[in-house]
């Protein structure tokens, strides 16, 4: 197997995780949590949504514990608000989406620069 094959494999098994895992997170978590939070009557936690992008925000609000990759005081997002209404699945499926992402920002990124794919 060539590098090249290789990197194509990593980079196909490594979307294939993230990309499900992003479109179960937004619809199983992140749908419930701001529909629980706007029955409560709170303002929407995340109020800027670039293409997909607060489905991030969501998944390292909950899946990744409070420290240096989750400020309490994230500007985008209210974490202690989001937090209060996960649960355990919630942070499991944000800690897979998470995990899942980094992972293929980092085969993308060795691939491009390394391989010049």
Same mark, same amino acid.
């Given at each position: ?21 992003? !479109? ?12 629980? !939070?706007?029955?409560? /009557? ?20 909950? /899946? ?46 060795? /691939? ?6």
């Amino acid at each position: 197997m060539t590098l090249e094959n290789f990197y194509f494999w990593a980079f196909g098994l490594s979307f294939l995780t993230f990309g499900p895992s992003w !479109i179960l997170f937004a619809r199983l978590t992140m749908a419930r949590i701001e529909r629980q !939070i706007a029955q409560d /009557g709170y303002p929407r936690p995340c109020p800027w949504d670039g293409p997909g992008g607060r489905a991030l925000w969501y998944a390292y609000a909950v /899946g990744l514990p409070i420290g240096l990759f989750n400020d309490e005081n994230d500007p985008f997002i209210n974490v202690p608000l989001v937090r209060r209404y996960a649960t355990p699945a919630d942070k499991i499926r944000g800690f897979v989406m998470v995990v899942s992402g980094n992972i293929f920002v980092v085969v993308a990124v060795i /691939g491009g620069w390394y391989l010049g794919i």
